[in-house]
């Protein structure tokens, strides 16, 4: 392989793997939008979200088989499983809390993540799980870049995923709603919009949408466990931030810069995989400290 | 935590409209204990049931207490930076891990002796604080949040990679220490020195609460325009949260890698700086005896919950969650405003 | 400590022990299993607790011991955290256990072995097999899994076997991945061979592909995995969808068949490094079907290791005729090479293992056959 080749390859992965990260950045962006929390439940969303799609496999590959569509309609059984667990999960953890100080609500979440995590190991009791499909190993090369299909439907579902959030949000008359409630709750109120309706809604969307990457992942890399979602959380979380947390395209855009970086981070010469995290927080900070509200955040006027 | 959220804080109002007569039992018990009389009597009686304790109870009580005391150290520290400064730090545990390391390294890989190694320790600490501190001056607590969790990730990785860190095995026989011919090992001595160590926390965080710099964080706190504006410099006064902070953290770290004998990268984890904010959160930001409370629970909590097996931090986490519910400011939060 | 302080101590600890021995005479025999079953690694510490629970199980339904007397556990879970596994540690100890049958994280059990010392509490280690602990260890412990040189001694011979001459060595940063990692690294370019690559994974990422591409772009022609299955799983299924044509070897983490559920076809003609275990002898294939129906999945890499252990503190138990921690502790130290699930064990004068009997296995329709060169 040419350097050229390499880096391409490279690059196919980084969006691969980025697409992951922005699908679940972007539930973290969406909820600190409206609320202003870090939720870091998010990532155990993701992880129910795989069980779920897990489960919704078992029940529909009778018919349907394990294939594409088969995992796409467990898929979608998962993001509404998931997002009615994501309302609830506000509705009991969070609602209550939004007159409290900001970080009571962090603990509240972290609270669930630990519940989560702990009420799955309990029931899987520990186990990995097979998350097996009929998907194959398939692909084609191009030149000496190699793209596999799931690589491909992959990268597809997530982009529609995400264009249908945005014109969601952008669009409609909720979408309207989600982002004045995320700009002054109160001012909203007044206006007659159902406040905690937008809320449930935003949770239900974000939620939804882990659960929809946590199938994808659970069929696209072939296992599951009660664990999966804290690594991934704290990527997402890191990719929203990069974005500009609260923005919508920047976490797709920090979804995608994160799985880059890593992709690329691991070949840096005479560093190796071991630094390949050092080297990624170190240019986040870095972006941080030359754009403090990351790369799409709005820079609020902080100064009277 | 941010600048707009105090007006919104229901208990803070409703407690200065009431300021004279606390509502429920538990008020009335917290403001029995603020009385200055009182005061003194309970920290004498607490301070006694310290001491006590160890003679009266099996070597667990010992080795847990000493653990919630480590905790104390460390949650009074991080109060420093997120309830008195205001500012949110996801990663303590690096200050914690510095402490620990730079002790464990000197010692144990150099022969240095144990009490000299300290202030080289305490340095490390102090110089870790400002380089976390230096680029997160101007974030808003959301970003300050993910730079500090990197910092902590940063420093974890580093102890992990490099050789004289002893990679993920870690540092092992790190020499117990002896003061004027006192060779502290067992448990129990151990506990007396963190029982020593937590007094300590106490009284210094109880100082710099009523100090100059603890009035500058408070100011910086709820507003940082307002406060420039009143002449107290912001860099300054935000900088030396940190590198407080680091101070404490790396003081529990030194004897924590002493008391175990043994340290590795697995103690430093963003897991540990969650579970100290949390601690910080749940008992009261700011508020010290909150604070001490937090700790407690944090440690003890699970330990209580062993007998549930598998299931104790599915039970743990339900409390935690109720105790939130009932008390969203924490169980004995801050009034000063 | 000074002599007052020394001598309430050892009165207090003679008063405990006096009690402990008065009481220990009738009731259950109580054996401590130091284990996560919380955390990130509560996969390997339920299964080391279900292999303990089973072996308990046995020797209780067998009539106990001493007598008559029934086994007794109590978890006490590490969540491999160094700090939980003292407390859990301490907790057992007040609970006056015989003795203690676990430890999986190396770095969560070397502290634990001071608390076990001082309480002279028999411990047998069945994971954990840092180099670290022998040192640490004031004596009342063995450690009944072979430490790394011997793994990675195994490894030079198998890799050179094969005629390889460019090794790619991955491991998952934790004490045990990363100290076999490097003593095979050490090893294998000692023997004059080059290591084209030598990566680190984070446990629980799920996308190897930049790994992989790197590894193939070294030139590889092997990829050792020193780590556990679960994510060694996921890594051979994405070396071989990637074309990777080379060997593939995993270390004794990984020699779990389970390992064929997670990486399902990629897993055939894998080699694994291991005891001579599970379906090689008739008492292991008995084991793993008992294992397998009574909690629904295949026992994992360290289940065999973990049910000899507790084998081994029972048999030591009888030996001793009580449950007096020197006895047990002698009775432990002189296994004389009896035959167990994963072969005979006798210590050496550090109190490990005193063998070496790695066998090479190979992934077969789905399960672990003995592979001969």
Same mark, same amino acid.
């Given at each position: 392989?040419?350097?050229?080749?390499?880096?391409?390859?490279?690059?196919?992965?980084?969006?691969?793997?980025?697409?992951?990260?922005?699908?679940?950045?972007?539930?973290?962006?969406?909820?600190?939008?409206?609320?202003?929390?870090?939720?870091?439940?998010?990532?155990?969303?993701?992880?129910?979200?795989?069980?779920?799609?897990?489960?919704?496999?078992?029940?529909?590959?009778?018919?349907?088989?394990?294939?594409?569509?088969?995992?796409?309609?467990?898929?979608?059984?998962?993001?509404?499983?998931?997002?009615?667990?994501?309302?609830?999960?506000?509705?009991?953890?969070?609602?209550?809390?939004?007159?409290?100080?900001?970080?009571?609500?962090?603990?509240?979440?972290?609270?669930?993540?630990?519940?989560?995590?702990?009420?799955?190991?309990?029931?899987?009791?520990?186990?990995?799980?097979?998350?097996?499909?009929?998907?194959?190993?398939?692909?084609?090369?191009?030149?000496?870049?190699?793209?596999?299909?799931?690589?491909?439907?992959? %990268?597809?579902?997530?982009?529609?995923?995400?264009?249908?959030?945005?014109?969601?949000?952008?669009?409609?008359?909720?979408?309207?709603?989600?982002?004045? %409630?995320?700009?002054?709750?109160?001012?909203?109120?007044?206006?007659?919009?159902? %406040?905690?309706?937008?809320?449930?809604?935003?949770?239900?969307?974000?939620?939804?949408?882990?659960?929809?990457?946590?199938?994808?992942?659970?069929?696209?890399?072939?296992?599951?466990?009660?664990?999966?979602?804290?690594?991934?959380?704290?990527?997402?979380?890191?990719?929203?931030?990069?974005?500009?947390?609260?923005?919508?395209?920047?976490?797709?855009?920090?979804?995608?810069?994160?799985?880059?970086?890593?992709?690329?981070?691991?070949?840096?010469?005479?560093?190796?995989?071991?630094?390949?995290?050092?080297?990624?927080?170190?240019?986040?900070?870095?972006?941080?400290?030359?754009?403090?509200?990351?790369?799409?955040?709005?820079?609020? %006027?902080?100064?009277? | 935590?941010?600048?707009?959220?105090?007006?919104?804080?229901?208990?803070?109002?409703?407690?200065?409209?009431?300021?004279?007569?606390?509502?429920?039992?538990?008020?009335?018990?917290?403001?029995?204990?603020?009385?200055?009389?009182?005061?003194?009597?309970?920290?004498?009686?607490?301070?006694?049931?310290?001491?006590?304790?160890?003679?009266?109870?099996?070597?667990?009580?010992?080795?847990?207490?000493?653990?919630?005391?480590?905790?104390?150290?460390?949650?009074?520290?991080?109060?420093?930076?997120?309830?008195?400064?205001?500012?949110?730090?996801?990663?303590?545990?690096?200050?914690?891990?510095?402490?620990?390391?730079?002790?464990?390294?000197?010692?144990?890989?150099?022969?240095?002796?144990?009490?000299?190694?300290?202030?080289?320790?305490?340095?490390?600490?102090?110089?870790?604080?400002?380089?976390?501190?230096?680029?997160?001056?101007?974030?808003?607590?959301?970003?300050?949040?993910?730079?500090?969790?990197?910092?902590?990730?940063?420093?974890?990785?580093?102890?992990?990679?490099?050789?004289?860190?002893?990679?993920?095995?870690?540092?092992?026989?790190?020499?117990?220490?002896?003061?004027?011919?006192?060779?502290?090992?067992?448990?129990?001595?151990?506990?007396?020195?963190?029982?020593?160590?937590?007094?300590?926390?106490?009284?210094?965080?109880?100082?710099?609460?009523?100090?100059?710099?603890?009035?500058?964080?408070?100011?910086?706190?709820?507003?940082?325009?307002?406060?420039?504006?009143?002449?107290?410099?912001?860099?300054?006064?935000?900088?030396?949260?940190?590198?407080?902070?680091?101070?404490?953290?790396?003081?529990?770290?030194?004897?924590?890698?002493?008391?175990?004998?043994?340290?590795?990268?697995?103690?430093?984890?963003?897991?540990?700086?969650?579970?100290?904010?949390?601690?910080?959160?749940?008992?009261?930001?700011?508020?010290?005896?909150?604070?001490?409370?937090?700790?407690?629970?944090?440690?003890?909590?699970?330990?209580?919950?062993?007998?549930?097996?598998?299931?104790?931090?599915?039970?743990?986490?339900?409390?935690?969650?109720?105790?939130?519910?009932?008390?969203?400011?924490?169980?004995?939060?801050?009034?000063?405003? | 400590?000074?002599?007052?302080?020394?001598?309430?101590?050892?009165?207090?600890?003679?008063? *405990?022990?006096?009690?402990?021995?008065?009481?220990?005479?009738?009731?259950?025999?109580?054996?401590?299993?130091?284990?996560?079953?919380?955390?990130?690694?509560?996969?390997?510490?339920?299964?080391?607790?279900?292999?303990?629970? *089973?072996?308990?199980?046995?020797?209780?339904?067998?009539?106990?011991?001493?007598?008559?007397?029934?086994?007794?556990?109590?978890?006490?879970?590490?969540?491999?955290?160094?700090?939980?596994?003292?407390?859990?540690?301490?907790?057992?100890?007040?609970?006056?256990?015989?003795?203690?049958?676990?430890?999986?994280?190396?770095?969560?059990?070397?502290?634990?072995?001071?608390?076990?010392?001082?309480?002279?509490?028999?411990?047998?280690?069945?994971?954990?097999?840092?180099?670290?602990?022998?040192?640490?260890?004031?004596?009342?412990?063995?450690? &009944?899994?072979?430490?790394?040189?011997?793994?990675?001694?195994?490894? *030079?011979?198998?890799?050179?076997?094969?005629? &390889?001459?460019?090794?790619?060595?991955?491991?998952?940063?934790?004490?045990?991945?990363?100290?076999?990692?490097?003593?095979?690294?050490?090893?294998?370019?000692?023997?004059?061979?080059?290591?084209?690559?030598?990566?680190?994974?984070?446990?629980?990422?799920?996308?190897?592909?930049?790994?992989?591409?790197?590894?193939?772009?070294?030139?590889?022609?092997?990829?050792?995995?020193?780590?556990?299955?679960?994510?060694?799983?996921?890594?051979?299924?994405?070396?071989?969808?990637?074309?990777?044509?080379?060997? &593939?070897?995993?270390?004794?983490?990984?020699?779990?068949?389970?390992?064929?559920?997670?990486?399902?076809?990629?897993?055939?003609?894998?080699?694994?490094?291991?005891?001579?275990?599970?379906?090689?002898?008739?008492?292991?294939?008995?084991?793993?079907?008992?294992?397998?129906?009574?909690?629904?999945?295949?026992?994992?890499?360290?289940?065999?290791?973990?049910?000899?252990?507790?084998?081994?503190?029972?048999?030591? &138990?009888?030996?001793?005729?009580?449950?007096?921690?020197?006895?047990?502790?002698?009775?432990?130290?002189?296994?004389?090479?009896?035959?167990?699930?994963?072969?005979?064990?006798?210590?050496?004068?550090?109190?490990?293992?005193?063998?070496?009997?790695?066998?090479?296995?190979?992934?077969?329709?789905?399960?672990?056959?003995?592979?001969?060169?």
């Amino acid at each position: 392989m040419t350097w050229y080749d390499s880096f391409l390859q490279q690059f196919v992965d980084g969006l691969v793997l980025g697409s992951f990260y922005a699908l679940v950045a972007l539930g973290y962006t969406m909820v600190f939008g409206v609320i202003k929390l870090l939720n870091f439940a998010h990532g155990d969303l993701y992880m129910t979200g795989a069980f779920a799609g897990f489960g919704g496999l078992s029940l529909v590959s009778g018919f349907l088989g394990a294939g594409w569509l088969g995992i796409f309609v467990a898929m979608l059984l998962a993001m509404l499983a998931v997002g009615c667990l994501g309302v609830v999960i506000e509705r009991v953890a969070y609602h209550p809390m939004l007159g409290a100080p900001r970080l009571s609500i962090l603990i509240t979440a972290l609270a669930v993540s630990l519940g989560l995590q702990n009420a799955a190991l309990a029931m899987t009791g520990g186990q990995y799980t097979a998350f097996s499909t009929d998907l194959g190993f398939g692909g084609f090369n191009l030149g000496n870049l190699f793209l596999s299909y799931n690589q491909i439907v992959l %990268v597809t579902t997530a982009a529609v995923l995400m264009i249908a959030l945005e014109l969601f949000v952008s669009r409609t008359l909720y979408g309207r709603a989600m982002r004045a %409630v995320s700009i002054d709750k109160d001012m909203c109120r007044m206006m007659g919009i159902n %406040v905690s309706a937008v809320i449930a809604v935003t949770f239900f969307i974000g939620s939804g949408l882990a659960a929809a990457a946590g199938t994808m992942a659970g069929a696209y890399y072939g296992s599951i466990w009660y664990f999966m979602g804290f690594l991934i959380g704290l990527k997402a979380f890191t990719a929203a931030v990069i974005g500009g947390i609260g923005s919508i395209t920047g976490a797709m855009l920090g979804g995608l810069i994160l799985g880059l970086l890593e992709s690329f981070g691991t070949h840096i010469p005479f560093i190796g995989s071991e630094w390949k995290d050092v080297f990624t927080f170190s240019i986040l900070i870095l972006v941080l400290v030359f754009k403090p509200t990351g790369l799409l955040g709005k820079s609020e %006027v902080e100064r009277m | 935590m941010d600048k707009h959220s105090p007006p919104t804080r229901p208990d803070v109002d409703e407690h200065d409209a009431h300021k004279t007569k606390p509502r429920n039992p538990l008020q009335r018990l917290y403001a029995a204990f603020e009385s200055p009389g009182r005061r003194r009597a309970l920290h004498l009686t607490i301070l006694a049931i310290l001491i006590v304790t160890p003679w009266i109870s099996s070597q667990y009580t010992t080795v847990i207490l000493t653990n919630a005391l480590l905790y104390v150290v460390l949650c009074l520290g991080l109060n420093i930076v997120v309830g008195y400064a205001g500012l949110l730090d996801l990663g303590y545990a690096a200050f914690f891990a510095v402490g620990a390391y730079t002790v464990g390294i000197l010692t144990q890989q150099f022969g240095v002796n144990f009490w000299a190694a300290i202030p080289f320790a305490l340095m490390a600490a102090a110089l870790a604080g400002v380089i976390i501190g230096g680029p997160t001056l101007r974030l808003r607590s959301d970003y300050l949040a993910i730079v500090t969790l990197g910092f902590g990730e940063i420093v974890r990785f580093t102890a992990r990679n490099l050789e004289i860190t002893g990679g993920a095995s870690g540092l092992s026989h790190i020499p117990e220490p002896s003061l004027f011919g006192w060779h502290i090992d067992s448990s129990i001595d151990f506990y007396y020195v963190f029982v020593v160590l937590a007094v300590l926390a106490y009284i210094a965080s109880q100082r710099l609460f009523d100090s100059r710099l603890g009035r500058a964080w408070l100011y910086v706190r709820h507003d940082e325009d307002a406060a420039e504006a009143m002449g107290i410099n912001r860099v300054a006064t935000k900088l030396a949260a940190y590198v407080t902070g680091a101070i404490f953290g790396a003081i529990g770290g030194i004897f924590f890698s002493v008391n175990l004998g043994a340290i590795s990268p697995e103690s430093f984890s963003f897991q540990q700086s969650v579970l100290i904010l949390l601690a910080v959160v749940l008992g009261g930001m700011g508020k010290i005896p909150g604070v001490i409370l937090g700790a407690f629970i944090v440690v003890l909590g699970p330990e209580l919950l062993r007998d549930f097996g598998t299931l104790r931090l599915l039970i743990f986490a339900v409390l935690l969650l109720l105790i939130m519910l009932f008390r969203p400011s924490g169980i004995w939060p801050e009034k000063r405003s | 400590m000074n002599k007052f302080l020394k001598l309430v101590t050892a009165t207090t600890v003679l008063s *405990l022990a006096a009690g402990s021995l008065a009481v220990a005479q009738e009731g259950p025999i109580v054996i401590g299993v130091q284990a996560p079953t919380t955390g990130s690694e509560a996969t390997y510490g339920k299964d080391m607790f279900n292999a303990i629970s *089973l072996a308990a199980d046995e020797i209780n339904a067998d009539g106990g011991l001493l007598d008559g007397r029934q086994i007794e556990l109590i978890t006490g879970d590490t969540a491999c955290d160094p700090q939980q596994s003292v407390n859990a540690a301490s907790r057992l100890a007040s609970q006056e256990v015989a003795g203690v049958v676990g430890g999986y994280c190396s770095g969560a059990t070397q502290p634990t072995l001071k608390t076990y010392g001082d309480a002279n509490i028999p411990f047998v280690i069945v994971a954990a097999n840092s180099t670290q602990l022998i040192p640490a260890n004031p004596g009342n412990a063995v450690m &009944i899994n072979s430490t790394g040189d011997d793994q990675a001694k195994t490894a *030079l011979d198998f890799f050179e076997g094969k005629g &390889i001459e460019k090794l790619a060595i991955v491991n998952q940063g934790d004490a045990y991945s990363q100290d076999l990692a490097n003593l095979t690294r050490d090893a294998w370019t000692g023997a004059g061979h080059t290591v084209s690559a030598f990566e680190y994974v984070n446990k629980g990422e799920q996308d190897f592909s930049a790994l992989v591409n790197k590894i193939r772009g070294s030139g590889a022609e092997a990829v050792f995995w020193t780590a556990y299955y679960a994510d060694g799983g996921l890594l051979i299924r994405q070396l071989r969808q990637r074309g990777f044509q080379g060997t &593939i070897a995993v270390g004794d983490g990984s020699n779990s068949p389970e390992l064929f559920n997670i990486a399902g076809q990629a897993a055939e003609g894998v080699f694994a490094f291991s005891n001579p275990t599970a379906d090689f002898l008739p008492a292991a294939k008995q084991f793993a079907s008992d294992y397998q129906s009574k909690f629904g999945n295949a026992p994992g890499p360290y289940a065999p290791l973990a049910y000899d252990g507790m084998q081994l503190m029972a048999w030591a &138990i009888d030996k001793a005729g009580s449950t007096d921690g020197d006895a047990i502790i002698k009775a432990l130290n002189s296994a004389d090479g009896q035959e167990w699930l994963a072969g005979p064990i006798s210590f050496t004068p550090q109190h490990t293992l005193a063998r070496s009997n790695f066998v090479v296995l190979e992934g077969q329709d789905g399960k672990w056959t003995r592979y001969e060169k």
